[in-house]
């Protein structure tokens, strides 16, 4: 399919969909392996699997940073890169690429630094209490050096994608990931190295998947290469791509943000057991999460490459079968999280009092997932087309002005003041999910009116 650079413009938009969908969903799923095998081993660690569980979820916030700043280049570049290869312009498409390697070795560089320095003063102002500290220190000093793969791996991995070679994308993430749930148990079990074993096999796991997706990009398969003379930065080439992606970096950071004012508040509500749920809340949205984003992800291509080819029907249709697919996972995945909470919470601990008390605040927690496809659809349907203010300003208002608020609200609206906290979650999904359908419903007809005049 990839032979012919054309096939993103021809190919009929369901069986492209489907076929550029399925590698990038299960890309995402292999991807979440990542942290959540991690997790369920060290949960699982004898005597004191529960409270090393909780240093890790600690160390989250952390780590949704690092990720954030490799979605703040790729997501506003790779887009960026196909609507100019709609417009059968390779050359800027290259120099793109060229200019997000470089700044994001760059930023790579600056966040390991900090880490290395600082890693114990922001683990305990992210909620980290007495008894887990060292457990998170231990992880994330080791972490600390494979932000640059983690960087390169995430970010350049867009750029695989946004060409349509979604196998490919699947395969440098699923390498890694065997890698990483067969070092694991080595690492944490049979060494005895515990969160230290897990954190190692993580970095030594993402530096082979980026030997792949480096090694792919300057192979002859592509058709987007890495090319020397583009690795140079360029404002007026990647600030575009940083103001494209400061959507997806808002999503990812604010995720951030809001863990820390999550544990804060659950640590003063409810103890280590309440931010010991919260780690295992986490890990269930971002299996719910993660699948909706590999459907977008299937999608961008599509819908940035028909973009940038003026070809408004195939953006139209690329949205409608992208809305009605998430908008079915997600009402799925709810309906099964409000029948079996216990599994779900099961797969991340054997501890009885843990289950006990996650398991009800799951179902309170994920409340308001039916919905979330809407919000995924067309937040990703405005970075595909280029719109980086409308996906700013969706990001914005269900993180910081919705959420965080209700993070503070909602313990002195309810009589259970932990409960409180886990319900602002669906209150500001539900809530941001209206907002965004309204402002898509106008955004989007003026975005194709505009390239129908240029047509015209």
């Given amino acids: 399919m990839q032979d012919n650079k054309n096939f993103l413009a021809a190919e009929p938009i369901g069986k492209l969909l489907l076929k550029l969908s399925i590698p990038t969903v299960i890309a995402q799923l292999i991807n979440m392996l990542y942290n959540i095998v991690d997790r369920i081993y060290i949960g699982h660690i004898p005597s004191d699997g529960s409270l090393a569980l909780t240093g ?25 890169a196909s609507i100019y290869m709609g417009k059968q312009d390779n050359e800027s498409a290259e120099n793109i690429l060229g200019n997000c390697f470089l700044l ?15 890693s114990k003063d922001l ?56 890698c990483n749930i067969t070092l694991d148990p080595v690492f944490i079990f049979a060494f005895h190295m515990g969160v230290k074993g897990a954190a190692l096999a993580t970095v030594i796991s993402q530096a082979i998947s980026t030997i792949w997706v480096v090694s792919f990009l300057c192979g002859e398969k592509t058709h987007l290469h890495l090319r020397k003379k583009y690795m140079r930065l360029e ?20 995720e951030s943000i809001v863990t820390v004012c999550f544990n804060s508040s659950l640590l003063r509500y409810g103890g280590d057991i309440a931010v010991g749920a919260m780690t295992i809340l986490t890990s269930v949205m971002q299996f719910a999460m993660l699948p909706l984003q ?18 408004t029907n195939r953006v139209k249709k690329t949205f409608r079968l992208l809305l009605m697919t998430c908008l079915s996972y997600s009402a799925l995945l709810w309906a099964a999280v409000q029948l ?26 994920l409340g308001g997932l039916f919905l979330f496809g809407i919000q995924i659809a067309c937040q990703m349907t405005f970075t595909s087309l280029g719109k980086a203010v409308n996906s700013i300003v969706v990001a914005v208002v269900r993180k910081f002005v919705l959420l965080l608020p209700l993070i503070y609200i909602m313990p002195h609206v309810v009589s259970n003041p932990t409960t409180g906290v886990y319900m602002a979650e669906p209150i500001a999904d539900i809530i941001a999910v209206l907002f965004t359908s309204v402002l898509f419903s106008f955004q989007f007809k003026k975005a194709l009116a505009e390239i129908q005049n240029e047509n015209n």
């Fill in 104 to 118: 994001q070795i760059v930023i790579s560089l600056i966040l390991t630094a900090i880490l290395l320095i600082w």
């Fill in 235 to 254: 404002p007026k080439v990647f600030v575009p791509c940083v103001t494209l992606g400061l959507a997806a970096f808002i999503m990812q950071a604010s």
């Fill in 123 to 178: 683990l305990l102002a992210f909620g980290a209490s007495e008894n887990t500290i060292s457990y998170a220190t231990d992880y994330m000093h080791i972490y600390a050096f494979g932000t640059l793969f983690v960087q390169l791996t995430l970010g350049m991995n867009a750029f695989i994608t946004a060409q349509g070679f979604t196998t490919i994308s699947m395969v440098s993430v699923l390498i890694g990931a065997i």
């Fill in 340 to 365: 079996i909470p216990r599994v779900f919470v099961s797969i991340f601990t054997a501890d009885a009092s843990l289950i006990n008390f996650t398991a009800p605040m799951l179902r309170i927690y």
């Fill in 56 to 80: 890790v979820g600690v160390c989250m916030p952390i780590i949704m940073i690092v990720t954030a700043f490799a979605a703040l280049v790729s997501s506003g570049g790779a887009p960026r």
């Fill in 294 to 311: 590999g459907i977008a992800q299937g999608a961008q291509p599509i819908s940035s490459y028909n973009y940038g080819a003026k070809n």
